[in-house]
């Protein structure tokens, strides 16, 4: 299929977008800012070792945490991160590529100004009365624990296991950023353990979009020629549209309007069916369920880090059909 242009039947080009609600409405979009990430929230992962004490509430850059609260103890000493500079950076490295496009950087050195998360590597769970655990985090509702607190056990990873230092983190890390645990085969926050973990899969990366929302700025528009937009005909009820984008992609989002004023959105991920990433491919369509005008752009969150916008676009809504 070959890439489509302004002029096709059905489909106008929107110089400027839709114009947008007043301030306060709660719906309202903020007006777009420099593109990226405002502050991506810094996760501090420290393998030096040392004491935790317990509170009622979370303190991690004060090592203050509520897990071990809960277990009833006042305080544990954690050993220092025994294993290799190359095991560490794996780690380190592994974690940060599952997060990829969300705004979520894993630093060692503790940042020196704003709230940020810590998770402590080292020593065992009996350390904190615990067993049978490769990690342990306080996990937020649907939202990042501000100044959150979580521990993975690296002295409880055998020889065969060093590999999953780096799927402990991510998965600790992900409490901490408000995911809890879940079935679904191979998804990191899988528990039990009874599939392969490959990475964050849907659900949890639609709540990872959710919950690290506020990191985020609505990044500037780009202009029709950035991307091959191909906005096939519509049929069947639905709206196709397609993107090959300069640079694999790591999700999207599909903002849309339609003529009765509705406002919905739709993640586009690596696997889903109705829309799509493929590397630097995203293929996605939107049931159009009533007649008038929609409108859609897409935000694009690409694996570097970077985020833009596409212009908006337009389409008729169109009665389904079997």
């Given at each position: 299929?070959?890439?489509?242009?302004?002029?096709?039947?059905?489909?106008?080009?929107?110089?400027?977008?839709?114009?947008?609600?007043?301030?306060?409405?709660?719906?309202?979009?903020?007006?777009?800012?420099?593109?990226?990430?405002?502050?991506?929230?810094?996760?501090?992962?420290?393998?030096?070792?040392?004491?935790?004490?317990?509170?009622?509430?979370?303190?991690?850059?004060?090592?203050?945490?509520?897990?071990?609260?809960?277990?009833?103890?006042?305080?544990?000493?954690?050993?220092?991160?025994?294993?290799?500079?190359?095991?560490?950076?794996?780690?380190?490295?592994?974690?940060?590529?599952?997060?990829?496009?969300?705004?979520?950087?894993?630093?060692?050195?503790?940042?020196?100004?704003?709230?940020?998360?810590?998770?402590?590597?080292?020593?065992?769970?009996?350390?904190?009365?615990?067993?049978?655990?490769?990690?342990?985090?306080?996990?937020?509702?649907?939202?990042?624990?501000?100044?959150?607190?979580?521990?993975?056990?690296?002295?409880?990873?055998?020889?065969?296991?060093?590999?999953?230092?780096?799927?402990?983190?991510?998965?600790?890390?992900?409490?901490?950023?408000?995911?809890?645990?879940?079935?679904?085969?191979?998804?990191?926050?899988?528990?039990?353990?009874?599939?392969?973990?490959?990475?964050?899969?849907?659900?949890?990366?639609?709540?990872?979009?959710?919950?690290?929302?506020?990191?985020?700025?609505?990044?500037t528009a780009v202009t029709p020629t950035s991307h091959a937009i191909e906005r096939l005909t519509p049929t069947f009820g639905y709206w196709p549209i397609s993107i090959e984008a300069e640079k694999p992609l790591a999700r999207g989002l599909m903002h849309v309007r339609t003529p009765?004023?509705?406002?919905?959105?739709?993640?586009?991920?690596?696997?889903?069916?109705?829309?799509?990433?493929?590397?630097?491919?995203?293929?996605?369509?939107?049931?159009?369920?009533?007649?008038?005008?929609?409108?859609?752009?897409?935000?694009?969150?690409?694996?570097?880090?970077?985020?833009?916008?596409?212009?908006?676009?337009?389409?008729?809504?169109?009665?389904?059909?079997?």
């Amino acid at each position: 299929m070959g890439a489509g242009t302004w002029g096709w039947t059905g489909f106008a080009p929107t110089p400027e977008a839709p114009p947008l609600p007043a301030p306060e409405d709660p719906y309202g979009e903020p007006p777009p800012t420099a593109s990226g990430f405002a502050a991506p929230l810094q996760v501090h992962v420290t393998g030096t070792g040392g004491r935790v004490t317990a509170g009622e509430a979370d303190n991690g850059p004060q090592w203050i945490s509520r897990a071990l609260y809960n277990a009833g103890y006042s305080y544990a000493d954690i050993p220092a991160f025994e294993g290799t500079a190359a095991e560490w950076q794996f780690m380190i490295t592994c974690a940060q590529n599952h997060f990829a496009g969300f705004p979520i950087q894993l630093v060692d050195t503790a940042p020196t100004t704003g709230d940020y998360v810590t998770v402590v590597v080292g020593g065992q769970a009996a350390h904190m009365g615990q067993t049978n655990m490769w990690g342990w985090a306080s996990m937020g509702d649907k939202a990042v624990v501000v100044r959150g607190m979580g521990f993975v056990f690296s002295q409880d990873h055998g020889p065969t296991q060093r590999a999953d230092l780096c799927q402990t983190l991510a998965h600790e890390i992900g409490h901490l950023v408000g995911l809890d645990h879940t079935q679904d085969c191979g998804d990191l926050m899988e528990t039990p353990r009874n599939c392969e973990r490959t990475g964050f899969l849907e659900r949890s990366r639609a709540a990872l979009a959710v919950s690290l929302a506020p990191y985020t700025h609505t990044p500037t528009a780009v202009t029709p020629t950035s991307h091959a937009i191909e906005r096939l005909t519509p049929t069947f009820g639905y709206w196709p549209i397609s993107i090959e984008a300069e640079k694999p992609l790591a999700r999207g989002l599909m903002h849309v309007r339609t003529p009765s004023g509705y406002r919905s959105e739709y993640h586009c991920l690596p696997g889903v069916a109705d829309c799509k990433i493929e590397g630097a491919h995203l293929s996605g369509r939107y049931p159009l369920m009533e007649p008038g005008v929609f409108t859609m752009r897409l935000e694009l969150f690409y694996l570097d880090g970077e985020v833009r916008m596409t212009p908006w676009i337009t389409t008729a809504g169109l009665s389904p059909s079997p």
